[in-house]
Protein backbone atom coordinates (compact mmCIF):
# COMPACT_ATOMS: atom_id res chain seq x y z
CA UNK A 1 0.00 0.00 0.00
CA UNK A 2 3.02 2.37 0.79
CA UNK A 3 4.51 1.19 -2.31
CA UNK A 4 1.46 2.23 -4.12
CA UNK A 5 0.99 5.72 -2.42
CA UNK A 6 4.51 6.75 -3.03
CA UNK A 7 4.32 5.13 -6.67
CA UNK A 8 1.24 7.40 -6.83
CA UNK A 9 3.07 10.51 -5.21
CA UNK A 10 5.87 10.04 -7.82
CA UNK A 11 3.74 9.85 -10.66
CA UNK A 12 1.73 12.95 -9.57
CA UNK A 13 5.07 15.20 -8.70
CA UNK A 14 6.32 13.75 -12.33
CA UNK A 15 2.65 15.16 -13.99
CA UNK A 16 2.80 18.27 -12.00
CA UNK A 17 6.70 19.23 -13.51
CA UNK A 18 5.89 17.84 -16.58
CA UNK A 19 2.86 20.40 -16.31
CA UNK A 20 5.16 23.29 -15.02
CA UNK A 21 7.89 22.82 -17.95
CA UNK A 22 5.35 22.56 -20.58
CA UNK A 23 3.25 26.01 -18.96
CA UNK A 24 6.87 27.23 -18.69
CA UNK A 25 7.46 26.56 -22.33
CA UNK A 26 4.41 27.91 -23.52
CA UNK A 27 4.93 30.99 -21.37
CA UNK A 28 8.61 31.59 -22.78
CA UNK A 29 6.92 31.53 -26.38
CA UNK A 30 4.24 33.98 -25.56
CA UNK A 31 7.07 36.28 -24.22
CA UNK A 32 9.25 35.80 -27.00
CA UNK A 33 6.42 35.85 -29.71
CA UNK A 34 7.77 35.50 -33.04
CA UNK A 35 11.03 37.61 -32.53
CA UNK A 36 13.87 35.13 -32.86
CA UNK A 37 16.13 38.10 -31.85
CA UNK A 38 17.05 39.02 -28.23
CA UNK A 39 16.31 42.82 -27.38
CA UNK A 40 16.48 44.51 -24.25
CA UNK A 41 12.53 44.12 -23.39
CA UNK A 42 12.99 40.69 -24.36
CA UNK A 43 15.11 39.66 -22.10
CA UNK A 44 12.97 41.29 -19.52
CA UNK A 45 10.20 39.03 -20.78
CA UNK A 46 11.78 36.10 -20.28
CA UNK A 47 13.45 36.71 -16.69
CA UNK A 48 9.89 37.73 -15.63
CA UNK A 49 7.83 34.83 -17.32
CA UNK A 50 10.92 32.11 -15.55
CA UNK A 51 9.90 33.37 -12.74
CA UNK A 52 6.08 33.38 -12.56
CA UNK A 53 6.77 29.51 -13.90
CA UNK A 54 9.62 28.08 -11.81
CA UNK A 55 9.21 24.66 -11.15
CA UNK A 56 8.01 24.24 -7.65
CA UNK A 57 9.93 21.33 -6.69
CA UNK A 58 12.86 23.38 -8.33
CA UNK A 59 12.40 27.03 -7.47
CA UNK A 60 14.92 29.14 -9.56
CA UNK A 61 18.35 28.76 -8.19
CA UNK A 62 19.73 32.18 -6.79
CA UNK A 63 22.68 31.87 -8.50
CA UNK A 64 21.62 31.67 -12.03
CA UNK A 65 19.04 34.29 -11.22
CA UNK A 66 22.13 36.69 -9.97
CA UNK A 67 24.12 35.65 -13.54
CA UNK A 68 20.92 36.09 -15.73
CA UNK A 69 20.61 39.85 -13.87
CA UNK A 70 24.49 40.30 -14.90
CA UNK A 71 23.74 38.97 -18.34
CA UNK A 72 20.97 41.65 -19.45
CA UNK A 73 23.22 44.33 -17.17
CA UNK A 74 25.47 43.47 -19.80
CA UNK A 75 23.14 43.63 -22.87
CA UNK A 76 22.06 47.40 -21.77
CA UNK A 77 25.71 48.52 -21.67
CA UNK A 78 26.56 47.18 -24.76
CA UNK A 79 22.87 48.90 -26.51
CA UNK A 80 23.79 52.24 -24.97
CA UNK A 81 27.28 51.73 -26.32
CA UNK A 82 26.30 50.86 -29.67
CA UNK A 83 23.80 53.49 -29.70
CA UNK A 84 26.86 56.32 -28.90
CA UNK A 85 28.95 54.86 -31.42
CA UNK A 86 26.17 55.44 -33.86
CA UNK A 87 25.76 58.79 -32.85
CA UNK A 88 29.16 59.47 -32.88
CA UNK A 89 29.47 58.12 -35.99
CA UNK A 90 26.67 60.30 -37.78
CA UNK A 91 27.97 63.35 -36.11
CA UNK A 92 31.40 62.38 -37.66
CA UNK A 93 30.17 61.66 -40.82
CA UNK A 94 28.25 65.46 -40.89
CA UNK A 95 31.76 67.15 -40.23
CA UNK A 96 33.10 65.14 -43.19
CA UNK A 97 30.07 66.05 -45.59
CA UNK A 98 30.64 69.75 -44.43
CA UNK A 99 34.27 69.86 -45.06
CA UNK A 100 33.66 68.03 -48.56
CA UNK A 101 30.98 70.52 -49.39
CA UNK A 102 34.11 73.33 -48.77
CA UNK A 103 35.52 71.91 -52.06
CA UNK A 104 33.02 73.64 -54.25
CA UNK A 105 34.06 76.53 -56.39
CA UNK A 106 37.72 75.03 -56.00
CA UNK A 107 40.32 73.39 -58.57
CA UNK A 108 40.70 69.68 -57.72
CA UNK A 109 42.90 67.15 -58.92
CA UNK A 110 41.88 63.55 -59.28
CA UNK A 111 42.48 60.55 -61.04
CA UNK A 112 40.73 60.64 -64.40
CA UNK A 113 41.24 61.08 -68.07
CA UNK A 114 39.15 64.01 -68.85
CA UNK A 115 40.09 67.28 -69.68
CA UNK A 116 38.91 70.46 -70.93
CA UNK A 117 39.36 72.74 -73.59
CA UNK A 118 37.82 76.70 -73.67
CA UNK A 119 38.65 76.83 -77.53
CA UNK A 120 40.62 79.29 -77.02
CA UNK A 121 43.82 78.09 -77.98
CA UNK A 122 45.04 78.26 -73.93
CA UNK A 123 46.94 75.58 -73.37
CA UNK A 124 45.18 72.81 -71.01
CA UNK A 125 47.41 70.84 -68.07
CA UNK A 126 47.73 67.25 -68.63
CA UNK A 127 49.27 65.15 -65.73
CA UNK A 128 49.70 61.25 -65.29
CA UNK A 129 52.10 59.29 -63.14
CA UNK A 130 54.03 56.19 -64.73
CA UNK A 131 55.04 52.79 -62.79
CA UNK A 132 58.26 52.49 -64.39
CA UNK A 133 60.61 53.82 -66.94
CA UNK A 134 59.55 54.00 -71.03
CA UNK A 135 61.27 54.42 -74.01
CA UNK A 136 58.58 56.21 -75.64
CA UNK A 137 55.30 57.78 -74.52
CA UNK A 138 52.41 59.39 -76.01
CA UNK A 139 49.08 61.80 -75.43
CA UNK A 140 46.61 60.97 -77.44
CA UNK A 141 43.44 63.39 -77.29
CA UNK A 142 39.81 62.25 -78.08
CA UNK A 143 37.04 64.54 -78.73
CA UNK A 144 33.29 63.64 -77.07
CA UNK A 145 32.87 60.73 -80.57
CA UNK A 146 36.23 59.64 -79.77
CA UNK A 147 38.21 60.17 -82.62
CA UNK A 148 42.12 60.81 -81.97
CA UNK A 149 42.51 64.51 -82.95
CA UNK A 150 45.88 65.43 -81.72
CA UNK A 151 49.05 62.81 -80.74
CA UNK A 152 51.53 64.31 -79.05
CA UNK A 153 54.91 61.96 -78.58
CA UNK A 154 57.08 63.22 -75.54
CA UNK A 155 59.63 60.75 -75.57
CA UNK A 156 61.21 58.53 -72.67
CA UNK A 157 60.54 59.54 -69.08
CA UNK A 158 61.55 57.72 -65.96
CA UNK A 159 59.15 56.50 -63.42
CA UNK A 160 56.85 59.12 -61.51
CA UNK A 161 54.45 61.93 -62.12
CA UNK A 162 54.70 63.49 -65.70
CA UNK A 163 53.09 67.02 -66.38
CA UNK A 164 52.75 68.57 -69.81
CA UNK A 165 50.25 70.60 -71.64
CA UNK A 166 47.72 70.09 -74.85
CA UNK A 167 47.70 73.55 -76.34
CA UNK A 168 44.02 72.55 -77.77
CA UNK A 169 45.12 72.30 -81.37
CA UNK A 170 44.30 69.02 -83.59
CA UNK A 171 47.23 67.78 -85.40
CA UNK A 172 46.61 70.14 -88.37
CA UNK A 173 47.42 73.17 -85.69
CA UNK A 174 43.22 73.99 -86.17
CA UNK A 175 42.17 75.21 -82.75
CA UNK A 176 39.45 72.70 -81.27
CA UNK A 177 36.04 74.24 -80.58
CA UNK A 178 35.57 74.31 -76.65
CA UNK A 179 34.12 71.14 -74.54
CA UNK A 180 34.99 67.87 -72.89
CA UNK A 181 38.33 65.83 -74.32
CA UNK A 182 39.46 62.52 -73.41
CA UNK A 183 43.10 61.74 -72.67
CA UNK A 184 45.03 58.87 -73.51
CA UNK A 185 48.54 57.73 -73.07
CA UNK A 186 50.43 55.11 -74.83
CA UNK A 187 53.34 54.47 -72.84
CA UNK A 188 56.33 51.80 -73.77
CA UNK A 189 59.37 49.77 -71.91
CA UNK A 190 62.28 49.61 -74.51
CA UNK A 191 61.34 45.94 -75.62
CA UNK A 192 57.58 46.81 -76.77
CA UNK A 193 56.18 45.92 -73.58
CA UNK A 194 53.09 48.15 -71.69
CA UNK A 195 53.66 50.43 -68.68
CA UNK A 196 51.34 50.80 -66.18
CA UNK A 197 49.84 54.85 -66.45
CA UNK A 198 47.66 56.40 -63.59
CA UNK A 199 45.79 59.72 -65.33
CA UNK A 200 44.97 62.68 -63.75
CA UNK A 201 42.69 65.11 -64.64
CA UNK A 202 42.02 69.30 -62.83
CA UNK A 203 38.96 70.74 -62.84
CA UNK A 204 36.87 73.40 -60.75
CA UNK A 205 34.92 71.02 -58.13
CA UNK A 206 31.29 71.95 -59.43
CA UNK A 207 28.69 70.12 -56.78
CA UNK A 208 29.38 67.21 -54.32
CA UNK A 209 26.45 64.25 -53.98
CA UNK A 210 25.78 62.20 -51.41
CA UNK A 211 23.12 59.90 -52.78
CA UNK A 212 25.89 56.77 -52.82
CA UNK A 213 26.86 56.40 -49.08
CA UNK A 214 30.04 58.74 -49.97
CA UNK A 215 31.18 61.77 -51.45
CA UNK A 216 30.88 61.97 -55.38
CA UNK A 217 32.83 65.16 -56.70
CA UNK A 218 31.73 66.32 -60.18
CA UNK A 219 34.09 68.49 -62.09
CA UNK A 220 33.37 71.03 -64.61
CA UNK A 221 34.90 69.06 -67.48
CA UNK A 222 32.27 66.29 -66.56
CA UNK A 223 34.17 63.98 -64.72
CA UNK A 224 32.34 61.95 -61.41
CA UNK A 225 34.82 60.85 -58.84
CA UNK A 226 34.40 59.94 -55.45
CA UNK A 227 36.16 61.60 -52.78
CA UNK A 228 38.89 59.04 -52.26
CA UNK A 229 39.64 59.96 -55.71
CA UNK A 230 40.74 63.38 -54.52
CA UNK A 231 44.53 63.74 -55.09
CA UNK A 232 44.85 67.92 -54.93
CA UNK A 233 43.25 70.90 -54.00
CA UNK A 234 44.05 74.59 -55.44
CA UNK A 235 41.70 77.16 -54.58
CA UNK A 236 43.21 79.43 -56.82
CA UNK A 237 40.75 80.41 -59.47
CA UNK A 238 40.15 78.86 -62.36
CA UNK A 239 43.13 79.33 -64.97
CA UNK A 240 41.42 79.01 -67.87
CA UNK A 241 37.54 80.92 -66.83
Known sequence: ?????????ASSASSAASATSATQDASLGAALGTNSTLGEQDFLKLL????????PLAPQDNT???????QFSSLQAAMGTNTRLDTITSQNQGAANTAVIGLIGKQATVKGSLVTS??????VPVSFTLAATTASTDVSIQDSSGNVVRTIPIGAHGPGLVKMAWDGRDN????MPAGTYAVSIQAKTQDGGSVSVTQETTGQVQSVAFDKGYPVLTLDNGMQVPVSDLIEVDSSPNPNP
Open 172 to 175: AGNV
Open 118 to 123: QGSGLA
Open 48 to 55: VAQLQNQD
Open 64 to 70: QFVSQLA
Open 1 to 9: MVDAISGLS
